[in-house]
């Protein structure tokens, strides 16, 4: 069964620093990874996706990573700045009959102007 | 990208009542849709698969008589809240996906308030 934990569970930086998400999943039969962004009681934003023959994605300040062979993924935000507070949330679309997309719990970031 | 239109984005209504909250896919067809659920500072847990014009297939824990899922078209998906109940207030989100992409679009979310 797959299982997706992300770390930390929030994350308090001053503005302007470099910051590392860390997404960990324990079946590497996935169909890809996707990270999104949630401001609080809205909705989902699709941050990047990457597909399992891919290393890494590229957006703006973003910078996402997947390495499938240990189960790990990372979103690097460069220069944060308050408008990037928000909860993070990775997700995996696994292998099976329905090609479910499993999320992890989130990760709470708050960037301190 | 593709659209995926969910609606209504807030419901309050008073317990007992039924509530049908609607997910579209706007320029696709979407022959698989899921429904997902979010209890309050937790993540997003998937309730039921949809395949267009067959009966969903729901998550262990989650009653179907409860919670109706309709797929009756391939841009149209409806969750049914049957008798609602205050601890059925919670963010609801649908996804949809085509038979061909390897992405799921994700819609905007419903909050559900059960008074």
């Known amino acids: 069964k797959q299982e997706v934990t992300q770390i930390p569970a929030a994350l308090s930086v001053p503005e302007g620093e470099n910051l590392v998400l860390n997404c960990s999943f324990t079946?590497?039969?996935?169909?890809?990874l996707q990270w999104f962004r949630q401001d609080p009681g809205k909705g989902l934003t699709s941050l990047l996706l990457?597909?399992?023959?891919?290393r890494e994605q590229t957006s703006g300040r973003l910078n996402a990573s997947l390495d499938k062979s240990s189960g790990r993924s990372t979103l690097y935000i460069a220069a944060s700045q308050p408008g990037d507070s928000a909860t993070y949330l990775c997700?995996?679309?696994?292998?099976?009959?329905?090609?479910?997309?499993?999320f992890g719990p989130g990760t709470s970031l708050s960037v301190i102007p | 990208g593709a659209v995926v239109s969910q609606h209504p984005s807030r419901v309050i209504c008073k317990s007992g009542t039924s509530v049908k909250i609607e997910c579209r896919s706007l320029?696709?067809?979407?022959?698989?849709m899921f429904w997902y659920r979010q209890f309050p500072k937790k993540s997003l847990m998937l309730m039921a698969t949809?395949?267009?014009?067959?009966?969903?297939?729901?998550e262990q824990g989650v009653e179907k008589d409860k919670f109706l899922i309709n797929h009756a078209s391939l841009t149209l998906s409806t969750l049914t809240v049957t008798s609602a109940h205050p601890e059925d207030s919670s963010f609801y989100i649908c996804?949809?996906?085509?038979?061909?992409?390897?992405?799921?679009?994700f819609g905007a979310g419903t909050r559900l308030s059960v008074l």
């Open positions: 996804s949809a996906r085509t038979g061909m992409q390897n992405i799921q679009y």
């Open positions: 079946d590497s039969a996935i169909y890809n």
């Open positions: 990457i597909q399992s023959s891919q």
């Open positions: 997700a995996v679309r696994v292998k099976t009959s329905y090609d479910k997309v499993i």
């Open positions: 320029d696709f067809q979407a022959t698989t």
């Open positions: 949809s395949n267009e014009g067959s009966k969903a297939t729901y």
